[in-house]
């Protein structure tokens, strides 16, 4: 493999937020930007390809002191309109600056603000910049890096081209309750009751008749076979939370079944930990559930999704560090779809308050089944269209697209009528087309 190629960076600035930035963009382009500093007493170094950063001279990029440490006035994130609709932000003499854009994106800036939460306690999309100004569907990050490559490479026309990436469709499941009716206890018992005196006597009876294999909720291995075909590779995600709270409904300790089936999924897709409810609050719940589940696969667990999306920054991104996480999928909306930091590509989280990076890796995903169908009020074939329209606005970048399922929402026994359908039929046109199965190699 060759090596990528270099490009310097003359800069005074070497504050953590710059390097960040810089190690982002090349490693989604495939570049290595360095610094060197010109005032070294062994003269300046000759780089074949060199940039400023800052400055008025040729082959300089607009600087904005964002990148020093500063903080954001209002006017810097007023947005205007670059070519192709693109939203450019903190704007400088030279004009805007594509890497304050793309640090004040992902670092989640403006979710260290005061803002006011959900009733999860969550910061909601209604409050986003992006979707305040109609960009959330777009992966604005990669399109800003795109464009400062294009600009490099009008600058250095032998500069090789950026590395290339496939769209490539990543299915993921988080797994509250594997079973609707079956090894409920008594939650099955008052379940069955409130169907019969609501007068939903069909789904009582099909209560009464239905087995472990034919519960609506559990279509796991109807997953796996699709899988199998389209040779995708799934990731589940297991509520193991313990206690009986009304928002955590996984039975606990699991029905043997559960584990053994967990097990065998291990053979041929990707299993993490869905933290419980409370587990922003409690940190320590982290820990215990990772052991659960540890415990059930024999093995370490580093990677996980926030029940209810349930986080806030930088609290639970730091407990989960400290309880082994290593990989976080929980950075979606529930209340819209799009990309919540501009990108679809995985990441290493800046921890804004402490100044530097972490070895936490954000996972982006596209859509949640619940935001189409319940926040939204789409039926099937509305969640396909927009499904099928987030890919294409991906298609050109490239690189991972992740969707959030659950194994619950195909039930039609529950308002699911027709998503079966969809869900298969729109992950299948995609692959027919240009998209790929994902796969650790396409990140």
């Given amino acids: 493999m060759s090596s990528p190629p270099e490009i310097r960076v003359i800069t005074p600035i070497r504050h953590p937020r710059l390097r960040y930035v810089l190690d982002l963009i090349g490693n989604d382009l495939g570049y290595r930007f360095l610094f060197y500093n010109d005032r070294s007493v062994f003269g300046p170094v000759e780089a074949r390809y060199a940039v400023h950063y800052g400055g008025t001279g040729p082959r300089s990029l607009p600087r904005h002191p964002l990148l020093s440490g500063r903080d954001p006035a209002p006017a810097d994130l007023a947005p205007e309109t670059g070519p192709d609709g693109l939203p450019l932000f903190f704007p400088t003499p030279g004009g805007h600056d594509l890497l304050a854009c793309i640090f004040w994106t992902v670092s989640r800036y403006e979710e260290y603000a005061d803002f006011t939460p959900d009733r999860h306690g969550r910061f909601s999309a209604s409050a986003a910049h992006a979707h305040r100004h109609g960009y959330l569907q777009r992966p604005v990050v990669r399109e800003w890096t795109a464009a400062l490559e294009r600009r490099l490479r009008a600058w250095f026309p032998d500069l090789p081209p950026p590395r290339a990436r496939p769209l490539a469709v990543r299915p993921t499941y988080d797994i509250d309750l594997l079973w609707a009716w079956q090894h409920r206890g008594w939650r099955g ?19 009464l008749r239905s087995g472990p294999q034919t519960d609506p909720y559990y279509t796991i291995g109807r997953l796996e076979e699709f899988h199998r075909q389209h040779g995708l590779l799934g990731t589940y ?17 699991i029905p043997d079944a559960q584990r053994q089936l967990m097990r065998r999924l291990e053979a041929h897709a990707r299993i993490g930990l869905h933290p419980s409810y409370r587990s922003p609050d409690r940190p320590e719940l982290v820990t215990e559930e990772r052991e659960r589940i540890e415990e059930i696969l024999d093995h370490g667990v580093c990677c996980s999704r926030q029940h209810f999306l349930r986080f806030r920054l930088p609290a639970t991104y730091r407990f989960l560090l400290e309880a082994g996480i290593r990989e976080d999928h929980s950075m979606g909306y529930s209340d819209a779809v799009g990309w919540r930091a501009g990108t679809n590509l995985p990441f290493f989280w800046y921890d804004l308050s402490r100044e530097t990076a972490t070895p936490l890796v954000v996972h982006p995903f596209a859509a949640m089944d619940v935001t189409l169908r319940n926040y939204l009020g789409m039926d099937a074939a509305q969640a396909g269209t927009t499904i099928r329209s987030l890919a294409a606005a991906v298609l050109p970048v490239g690189g991972p697209f992740p969707l959030l399922w659950h194994n619950s929402s195909f039930a039609a026994e529950y308002g699911w009528e027709g998503w079966w359908e969809m869900y298969t039929t729109t992950l299948a046109d995609l692959l027919a087309g240009e998209a790929v199965p994902w796969s650790p190699e396409t990140d």
């Fill in 189 to 207: 018992r008052a379940g069955l009751l409130k169907d019969t005196f609501q007068g939903r006597f069909s789904r009582a009876v099909a209560r």
């Fill in 237 to 253: 995600f297991w509520l193991l939370a313990g206690g009986t709270s009304r928002v955590d409904p996984n039975p606990y300790p």
